[in-house]
């Protein structure tokens, strides 16, 4: 596993994620309408979903977890993530949702060194809310959006000026908390370590 975080930040970063994306061993749509599973890994085809060691729940039978993801597809959305559990059989272990989320980890941290020069530098709660705005918005969106070239929130991030990009790092259609809890991370960049 490739780790940017060092503890307690990698910690932090796990519980938050679990706290804002939940943990889930079924699929439902996100806010987004999106198929995910596990905390909040997308599942963009039913060949994704297949990819997956999910288990077919009980009475397995080919072709399961593709039906299952298109039942969900299909459900309505705007719905919290319980609605979705009993549509479908096909579930994920807690060991698989782990690995998920660790390989999930590792390409946020991998692509976050591909956009943004010097990452490994920054400092750790700086790195930590940007994974999280990469984890939860994609690494080609936070590109574009957020390092792009009318971003005003990568030039902070080069200069370290913390104040605006904890400002500027505001996502549309997450809650506030989210937003804040990002921020905050960012502001606390400007505070010396004891």
């Known amino acids: 596993m490739i780790t940017m975080l060092a503890e307690p930040y990698l910690s932090n970063f796990r519980t938050k994620t679990e706290e804002f994306e939940g ?5 439902y749509l996100d806010t987004g309408g999106n198929v995910t599973a596990g905390v909040g890994h997308e599942i963009q085809t039913v060949q994704d979903a297949e990819a997956l060691p999910f288990d077919g729940g009980m009475g397995a039978v080919a072709g399961t977890v593709a039906r299952d993801w298109q039942t969900i597809r299909d ?3 705007g719905r919290v993530a319980a609605f979705y559990e009993p549509l479908t059989t096909s579930r994920l272990s807690e060991q698989a949702i782990d690995g998920i989320f660790a390989s999930d980890c590792n390409l946020v941290w991998t692509s976050a060194r591909g956009f943004i020069q010097d990452f490994d530098n920054l400092p750790q709660p700086v790195q930590q ?3 999280d705005m990469i984890l939860n918005i994609g690494a080609e969106k936070e590109h574009a959006d957020y390092f792009g070239p009318h971003s005003k929130f990568g030039p902070a991030i080069e ?7 904890a400002k500027e790092s505001a996502r549309n259609g997450i809650p506030e908390s989210r937003n804040q809890y990002t921020a905050n991370l960012i502001l606390s960049a400007m505070q010396p370590i004891t």
Request: hydrophobic share 50%.
């Open 23 to 27: 943990r889930t061993t079924f699929m």
């Open 75 to 77: 459900a309505p959305a």
């Open 129 to 131: 809310a940007i994974s």
């Open 159 to 165: 200069r370290g000026d913390w104040v605006t990009a």
